[in-house]
């Protein structure tokens, strides 16, 4: 096998907005319970932005977090990537506003708009950055202020997601082109246009000039997601040329807990390597990935040289998988 350089995971950072909600918070105001949110979703609480906080503000508190796990600071960031649906503004970038935040350089900086799928398809086109040679330092994060896109009258939507964000810098390494290399070693990235009214935000700048709201069938989400992903996981080891069953964590987007054990058993991965942490943040889109990947590092179940399996569906639709060795 030849040298090639792979784009390297080095330090992975989370950050959960202080505000908790949690599941009888929301029955006060809406026709919900404690007991059908936990029984349906599995979710127990979610955080929640405080009012003055945008979007930027969580990035660039997992960005500096993860920084400081890969021994890097912000002088060193030469491509800043941005996966969201919450931007602070229409333009520019959220990427652009973390930059300044974080004083990083003059460098490349820009948003990826996947919604739940964002940090996937993120991470690919950093890849693209750093495995050629056109990054040396890139930050890749998945932020999101989703209660700000709640209707919350609607009791099939607005006890589901969460405020948050996760980053991770990825950098240049030469590998022995095989499997046990570090770095991103597979990807299958999909969109399916036409599903557009399962699952979308029914406002924006050149329709209806508002924010809007989410809107989602969720029994119809939920059907999508178990089979399509399941497909994504297993093109993306085969592009990695491993198997499903060598990979020691799967870290799906943390949308709801039948979802995450329903795609588990179709792809045969055993329950005790699924990492979940839909209980204490819901579903916070672009942002669960990266967090449950913090959080499986920071309690001690992760560890450097393990294979990673990632997954996520969201609007568009879009999904993803990635297979990646720490
Ligand atoms: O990250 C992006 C992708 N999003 C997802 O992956 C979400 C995917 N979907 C889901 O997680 C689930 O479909 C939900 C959690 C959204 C809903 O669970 P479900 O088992 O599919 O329920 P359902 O939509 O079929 O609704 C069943 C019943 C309905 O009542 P009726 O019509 O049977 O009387 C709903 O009105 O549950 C009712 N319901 C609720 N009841 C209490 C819906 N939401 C609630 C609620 N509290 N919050």
Known sequence: MSRVVRSVVTGVGGYLPEGVVTNDDLAKTVDTSDEWIRERTGIRQRRKAADDQPVSDLAVEAARRALAAAGRTAADVDLIVVATTTPDLTFPATATIVQRKLGAPIGIAFDVQAVCSGFVYALSTADGFVARGRSKCALVIGA???????????????????????????????????????????????????????????????????????????????????????????????????????????????????????????????????????????????????????????????????????????????????????
């Not at 942490?277 to 040289?305: C, F, M, Y």
């Open 144 to 326: 999101e202020c989703m209660t700000r896109l709640m209707d919350w009258t609607d009791r099939g939507t607005c006890v589901l997601f969460g405020d948050g964000a996760g980053a991770v810098v990825v950098e240049p390494v030469e590998g022995e082109g095989t499997t046990e290399d570090r770095g991103l070693l597979g990807f299958a990235l999909r969109a399916d246009g036409t599903k557009q009214d399962l699952l979308y935000v029914d406002g924006g700048v050149s329709t209806t000039r508002t924010t809007g709201y989410l809107r989602m069938q969720g029994n119809q989400v939920f059907r999508h997601a178990v089979v399509n992903i399941s497909e994504a996981v297993t093109a993306a080891a085969a592009d990695a040329g491993l198997e499903v069953s060598s990979v020691d964590w799967f870290i799906p987007h943390q949308a709801n807990q039948r979802i995450l054990e329903g795609v588990a058993k179709r792809l045969g991965i055993d329950e005790h390597k699924v990492i979940s942490t839909v209980a204490e943040h819901a579903n916070t889109s672009a942002a669960s990935i990266p967090l449950a990947l913090d959080q499986g590092i920071a309690d001690g179940r992760i560890k450097p040289g393990q294979l990673l399996l990632l997954e996520a569906m969201g609007g568009g639709l879009t999904w993803g998988a990635c297979v990646l060795r720490l």
